[in-house]
């Protein structure tokens, strides 16, 4: 039986510049850190889309913020738009009650994944690194490397693959009903952390993971 995890909310916890203030804020602060000129207008270019993209398909959030400088005619280097984005969302994590005992569970059942929804580049390795969980997974999938955000099915799909097996076998854990809840779609299993506590997940696992 495959397990698979969310990351944000369900694992971790954590806090950032980005989120401590405005996201906006965040990434202003970073952008005229590296030379940058923030336009007057910032938090209205920042929450307005610039990319024309597919439905639930993931925009890296450095594309956005370059495109939405350009929008208000600042150029900066792709390359100073990324550091700047990855600084203003650095994290400060904390593991979960029952982090470890969920893993173990998941673990005697069969390979681990992780998919996770993020569009911060090093976001996801950073968290996992801070967390010492970056050898806990067998496959690892963010919705910026396969360019799509969960409820789509393509980061189930994806992750499935790589762990050897078919959505439909999987059971994924998750705090998001929405977000997680898709894996439904593709036929496998949703347990909700909210429902299930992580210390308790290797009782319902017994159970074939179902209600």
Do not use: Q
Request: net charge negative; hydrophobic share 40%; with cysteine.
């Amino acid at each position: 039986m495959p397990v698979s995890f969310d990351l944000f909310g369900t694992l971790v916890t954590t806090s950032t510049a980005g989120r401590r203030t405005k996201p906006s804020t965040a990434v202003a602060a970073e952008l005229r850190d590296r030379g940058v000129t923030v336009p007057d207008d910032w938090t209205t270019a920042y929450r307005t889309p610039h990319v024309d993209a597919p439905s639930s398909a993931e925009v890296p959030l450095p594309a956005h913020v370059a495109a939405a400088l350009r929008s208000r005619g600042v150029a900066a280097s792709d390359g100073v738009v990324r550091r700047a984005v990855i600084a203003a969302f650095d994290p400060d994590v904390r593991r979960r009650e029952g982090v470890d005992t969920a893993l173990d569970a998941a673990r005697e059942r069969g390979p681990v994944g992780l998919c996770s929804n993020c569009s911060v580049p090093e976001l996801v390795s950073r968290t996992l690194v801070r967390a010492d969980l970056r050898d806990a997974f067998d496959a690892v999938v963010t919705s910026a490397a396969c360019g799509f955000r969960k409820p789509h099915p393509r980061p189930f799909e994806t992750l499935a693959a790589d762990l050897g097996t078919d959505a439909a076998g999987l059971v994924h854990v998750g705090d998001d009903p929405d977000a997680d809840g898709g894996i439904e779609s593709l036929g496998g299993t949703f347990v909700d952390v909210a429902e299930t506590p992580l210390a308790e997940l290797d009782t319902r696992l017994r159970t074939g993971g179902g209600p």
